[in-house]
């Protein structure tokens, strides 16, 4: 009987997930298999009840729309999952029980633990979306001490999530503040870490492109794109014409792909493979 573990979500064709596992679980060679399954919102119950009864079901990465309506279905939830409002990885704790987590925190701030690691004088983020990635950034984010500016197509979804995630004094704006120009003469940067993160779906294939003018960006910014597919957005893409750092989405997706490999698998991801993984992802 060969273990396994699968990605769930609706859609879910265009899931990387499963090439990730997949990857790794060769370098390993382990005897698992890793693969993806559509399910839709009403499935939800009956997919966790009939994993439950599958001895070979070792746990599912959980994406797009079911982050937060799959919680009610779980027998725990750790808390940062909890505080955060969003599980994407469920597993079988050691007494069957299946358990909820949260790797997306995580996986979102592992390319910034570098800059993260110095003292700066100020931080500020510019977070695009309010949906369950976007409450991981924003959980993220302020917990790395950062302002916030969260803008969404409601804004008071939004002041509702800085709430309730972020202490300390935030701002809202409307999705469409940043899609104008500025002349906004901003002030010396130096000693600053300045942030602006699409944690929307809002330029993936399928979607809407998301409208955003680079006059918003402090000087020496960086630009952060959750979105995978594709890797290169154009919000990258006019972020790098204009002379930001940039990282993509695939950073976040496999900083949080090896947090619930090793609840599955029980082995630690071979991180020392990731550029022909990216290589291979990029393909």
């Known amino acids: 009987m060969t273990k396994y573990a699968e990605v769930i979500g609706d859609p879910i064709a265009q899931s990387k997930s499963p090439a990730i596992h997949g990857f ?6 382990i005897d698992a298999a890793y693969r993806a399954h559509h399910v839709t919102g ?14 070979a079901w070792l746990g599912c990465n959980v994406t797009m729309p079911h982050k937060q309506a799959v919680m009610p279905l779980l027998d725990r939830i750790e808390p940062l999952a909890r505080r955060v409002g969003a599980v994407n990885t469920i597993h079988r704790g050691k007494d069957g029980a299946l ?45 790395e001490g950062f302002t916030l500016v969260l803008a969404g197509r409601n804004p008071e979804k939004a002041s509702g ?6 202490e300390g004094e935030h701002h809202v704006a409307p999705l469409s503040h940043f899609a104008q120009g500025t002349d906004f003469a901003f002030d010396d940067r130096e000693g600053c870490c300045d942030l602006v993160v699409n944690a929307s779906p809002l330029g993936m294939r399928g979607q809407s492109p998301l409208a955003f003018d680079w006059s918003h960006a402090p000087p020496g910014s960086i630009a952060y794109d959750i979105v995978t597919d594709p890797v290169e957005t154009e919000f990258l893409k006019a972020a790098r014409d204009a002379g930001f750092e940039t990282i993509d989405g695939l950073s976040m997706l496999i900083g949080q792909a090896a947090s619930a490999f090793a609840y599955f698998f029980g082995e630690e991801a071979p991180r020392e493979h990731d550029e022909e993984l990216r290589e291979r992802l990029m393909a």
């Open 24 to 29: 790794w679980i060769d370098k390993l060679g």
């Open 42 to 55: 009403d499935e939800l119950e009956s997919y966790l009840a009939a994993r439950r009864a599958d001895d």
């Open 99 to 143: 358990v909820g987590r949260n790797s997306d925190v995580g996986g979102f701030l592992e390319p910034l633990r570098e800059r993260l690691a110095h003292q700066h004088y100020f931080r500020m983020a510019r977070i695009i979306g309010t949906g369950g990635a976007a409450r991981a950034v924003v959980a993220g984010l302020a917990k």
């Open 161 to 166: 999530i800085l709430e309730e995630l972020a």
